[in-house]
């Protein structure tokens, strides 16, 4: 129990200094021995995202090169406005924005309200739409992904284009609640003491109020692990876009990137440029709150044990 | 006064705030799955447009089709090698980075660093890397001397190729729940062994390890369904190919229904891969509950 506190409260701090040594020793290194691990395995881990970059600053001639040429002779940025130029990234970004922000918002609101219920109140039908919502949580996206393409067509023809086939909207509506998220606020208001609500009901307070006003400022830390994990989810979703989106202004960043690779896919420079840009904003926000990301991939791990 | 008391029930209010939400999840969830179900049992296709059942002949087909036979073997070939493979990679790092010792906090960032990256990103570099004419690994094979290999453009390469940058891609994640777990290793465990006389590495066989082996079964079944369900850096990278070499379940699967769109065939493999999912998931808890050590 208290590594799930420990890590709920994002502390990822080392448990301890280096573990027992022994009494004598006849030389010591200078440092840790545990750098001489550690620094290959960064390396390791970094080159190809260095390798990344270098591709991106230089000349087809040089990236066609071999062997390789580690060290440009020339900083080309040209490259980055060549994949400007020839795929709207700035668009994909826009698209991957407003995709993962509104997934985002929508599973806050849905999945706490809906958590919350199946948590605290007793109403007809309660247990058995419970297990119906569980039920889905097991199965894979490729199970629903057909019937998802009829779904997601009906509706854009029928109800609302914005949510069709060949809209953003196509890439939220479907992720607007999901079964792990109610699952998981519900897990959540369940270890909530339930005096609090009590007591505010008592003074008049609708359920509604009570859930906003008392439930909500203590739900906090779930809250951010559940928008981090979907915003995560949603940013680098790949096989529904490929599906759901065959119009340029409609694609999110992976999907517009592997079009791109498609189109470009000897250009490497340009193409590594492209890259490079589809990673920022995902490194900025991840470097941003690396916090909440740690400690909700933490804390799913830890709930599973 | 009897409005406001209804408005006010646990009935009223239950299924208001539930109705959004569940809305959705019935809709995208519930509803496809017993939809694919039908499908699965149909002949349909976009071109006509009355699909006629035809009981298990989508079943029955997938038994005989070579191209299954394949998928299955390069899935479980995958699985087999990237669950151990990342598992090991993000025990070893996470070990590793437990301690306060200089730079760590920069050692940590490089591997979480790789949680960050989308896959669609990820297999563009690892193409890239790979290159079997420009690519960096082949210098460097040749630095060593090794001989020059095609990686990707090989049909015996390139499942391990696609092997070693999805272990890459899942690094920071396994390296993060590893290191979670290790948070919760009671210091004084380790000095009682310690003081007991064991040494470093039978500490960590047999005091470390099983403290965390709740974290290693989530692992297991966490990676084990993901390596299930790749898709997107086959994909990118080979399209299934080369000569089906790294035809997977789940490529398959979209080819046969978003290319070929035999949509009752593929809800046919779909229902399959549910199946082995269930099967190994199921296989995975009850194997690992012998081998898991709860506290509490």
């Known amino acids: 129990m208290s590594a799930t ?226 915003f995560l989810d949603s940013w680098n979703n790949f096989l529904w876009p490929l599906i759901a989106v065959t119009s340029t202004d409609q694609m999110t960043l992976p999907l517009g990137l592997a079009t791109f690779q498609g189109a470009h896919s000897t250009e490497w420079p340009m193409l590594m440029a492209g890259n490079v840009m589809s990673l920022l904003p995902m490194l900025a926000v991840f470097f941003i709150a690396q916090r909440y990301f740690i400690r909700s991939v933490a804390a799913t791990g830890l709930a599973g044990t | 006064m009897q409005l406001r008391r209804a408005l006010d029930s646990e009935q009223f209010n239950g299924w208001a705030f539930v109705t959004p939400g569940t809305l959705v999840i019935l809709l995208f969830g519930a509803v496809p799955i017993v939809w694919s179900g039908v499908l699965s049992f149909q002949k349909s296709s976009l071109l006509g447009s009355d699909s006629p059942f035809v009981g298990l002949a989508n079943y029955r087909r997938m038994a005989h089709d070579p191209v299954v036979a394949q998928a299955i073997q390069h899935t479980l070939v995958y699985t087999a090698l ?103 290793v009671p210091q004084s465990l380790l000095e009682a062994a310690a003081i007991d006389g064991a040494g470093p590495w039978r500490t960590f066989r047999r005091v470390t390890l099983p403290l965390l082996s709740p974290a290693s079964l989530f692992l297991a079944v966490w990676l084990t369904i993901n390596a299930l369900q790749l898709f997107d850096e086959v994909y990118l990278s080979t399209q299934g190919g080369p000569l089906n070499a790294t035809t997977v379940l789940v490529y398959y699967l979209y080819e046969q229904a978003f290319q070929q769109f035999n949509f009752g065939y593929a809800s046919a493999i779909a229902y399959f891969l549910f199946l082995v999912t269930i099967v190994i998931t199921v296989l995975q808890f009850w194997v690992g509950r012998r081998y898991t050590y709860y506290r509490s």
Request: aromatic letters at 14%.
């Open chain 2, 82 to 184: 990237f669950v151990p493979g990342t598992m090991i990679v993000g025990l070893f790092l996470a070990v590793a980075m437990n301690r306060k010792i200089r730079f760590i906090s920069l050692y940590r960032t490089a591997a979480y660093t790789t949680m960050a990256i989308s896959t669609i990103s990820e297999a563009i570099v690892f193409i890239w890397l790979f290159d079997p004419s420009y690519g960096i690994v082949n210098y460097a094979f040749s630095k060593v001397g090794l001989p020059q290999q095609q990686f990707l453009n090989s049909p015996s390469e390139a499942l391990y190729v696609i092997v070693v940058m999805t272990i890459w891609g899942w690094t920071g994640f396994a390296v993060v729940v590893y290191l979670a777990a290790l948070q919760g």
């Open chain 1, 5 to 230: 506190s420990a890590a709920a409260r994002g502390d990822l701090r080392p448990a301890a200094a280096d573990g027992p040594r022994p009494a004598r020793r006849r030389w010591r290194l200078p440092f840790s021995p545990w750098h001489l691990v550690l620094v290959p395995a960064t390396v390791a881990l970094l080159f190809p995202f260095l390798w990344l970059l270098i591709t991106s600053v230089e000349t087809s001639t040089e990236a066609l090169h071999f062997p390789p040429i580690l060290v440009p002779h020339v900083i080309r940025f040209a490259n980055y406005s060549d994949a400007l130029s020839s795929a709207p990234f700035v668009r994909f970004m826009v698209n991957s924005a407003v995709v993962a922000v509104v997934t985002v918002l929508c599973n806050l609101v849905l999945c706490t309200l809906a958590g919350y219920a199946f948590a605290r109140f007793r109403f007809l039908g309660r247990t058995a739409l419970f297990a119906v919502i569980m039920a889905t949580l097991m199965v894979p996206f490729q199970v629903m992904m057909i019937p998802w393409f009829d779904i997601t067509k009906w509706l854009g023809v029928h109800v609302l284009a914005a949510v069709g086939i060949n809209h953003i909207g196509a890439l939220t509506l479907p992720y607007a609640a999901t079964a792990f998220g109610v699952f998981f606020m519900r897990q959540f208001f369940r270890t909530l003491p339930v005096e609090y609500e009590e007591s505010a009901r008592v003074d008049g307070a609708s359920r509604l109020t009570v859930l906003v006003r008392i439930v909500l400022p203590l739900a906090a830390p779930p809250l951010a692990t559940l928008a981090a994990l979907t």
